[in-house]
């Protein structure tokens, strides 16, 4: 299935009201990593109320530690940040990273907007070296937009 191919599908998670937000926000990380062969690991991340830091949302993939992660601490805590996608295709070269998994390869991260404010990101994660393509950040941007609907 291609990324156009999701697109629709997205819609039609963020469209379910009668679906708590967390219920879609978890169907849209299911939808993503079971059809895009390499995202290994989908996830949200959140700002934590007013602390500058970052809160575990719903993912689908391996679990993970970090549930909390301080503003400017690794690619997420970068992205809270910068209010910039960030797309890491060796994690090995980064010196900011915070390892998940052993087998994790590389990254991408794009911040949600909503009325232009940063709360939040889509974190993947691939076991694929250097998968990442303009193609995802624009897709993931849509998916990001989307989100911010559900939340507005």
């Not at 997205?10 to 879609?24: A, G, M, N, W, Y």
């Not at 575990?56 to 530690?65: A, I, K, M, N």
């Not at 970068?78 to 994690?91: E, R, T």
Request: glycine share 6%.
């Amino acid at each position: 299935m291609t990324l156009e191919d999701l697109k629709p599908k997205v819609k039609s998670i963020v469209t379910q009201h009668s679906t708590s937000v967390d219920e879609r926000l978890y169907k849209i990380c299911e939808l993503l990593e079971a059809n895009i062969e390499y995202y290994s690991w989908v996830g949200f991340y959140f700002r934590n109320g007013e602390k500058e830091e970052l809160k575990l949302g719903p993912y689908v993939g391996e679990p993970t530690d970090h549930t909390i992660i301080p503003f400017g601490k690794g690619i997420c805590g970068q992205v809270a940040v910068s209010n910039a996608n960030f797309v890491v295709p060796d994690v090995t070269a980064q010196d900011n990273y915070i390892a998940c998994s052993i087998t994790v390869k590389a990254e991408i991260v794009v911040p949600i907007f909503l009325n232009g404010e940063n709360i939040g990101q889509i974190d993947i994660d691939s076991n694929t070296p250097d998968p990442f393509t303009e193609a995802d950040e624009r897709f993931l941007e849509f998916v990001c937009a989307e989100v911010a609907n559900i939340l507005d």
